[in-house]
């Protein structure tokens, strides 16, 4: 109970700090688009440009990590080879992705 208690306010710390999307995030989400979609990704843009813009602004405002357990969307293959290439090609770091769960475990230690 005290570690739920302790993760909602973690949470709430973490989400106090926003960011607005910037043209810079758009074209970079765009990018993630445009390479998944030529590896042969074949989810609607509509689906996936949320995600995309999450990893952008990730990416770009230099955050250490993203903590998701979206296999099919956020963190399928063909979208994590997209950030990787688009990142590199931009010169700009890319976060480490870990499950919810190893968020957990890394709070206990």
């Known amino acids: 109970m005290n570690l739920r208690l302790d ?18 995030m758009e074209r ?7 390479l998944y979609a030529e590896m042969g990704g074949t989810s609607p843009k509509s689906k996936l440009i949320n995600d ?5 602004c990730a990416s ?4 250490d990590i993203v ?9 399928n293959e063909l979208a994590v080879k997209a950030y990787v290439s688009v990142n590199k090609l931009n010169n ?3 976060p480490h992705f870990i499950s919810y ?3 957990k475990h890394a709070l206990r230690r």
Do not use: C, G, H
Not at 60 to 63: S, V
């Open 7 to 24: 993760l909602l306010r973690a949470y709430d710390e973490l989400v106090k700090k926003s960011y607005d999307k910037t043209p810079a």
């Open 28 to 34: 970079l989400s765009e990018q993630y688009y445009q």
């Open 52 to 56: 995309f813009l999450i990893i952008a």
């Open 60 to 63: 770009l405002k230099d955050l």
């Open 67 to 75: 903590v998701s357990n979206d296999e099919k969307t956020m963190l």
């Open 92 to 94: 700009i770091q890319l």
């Open 101 to 103: 769960e190893e968020f």
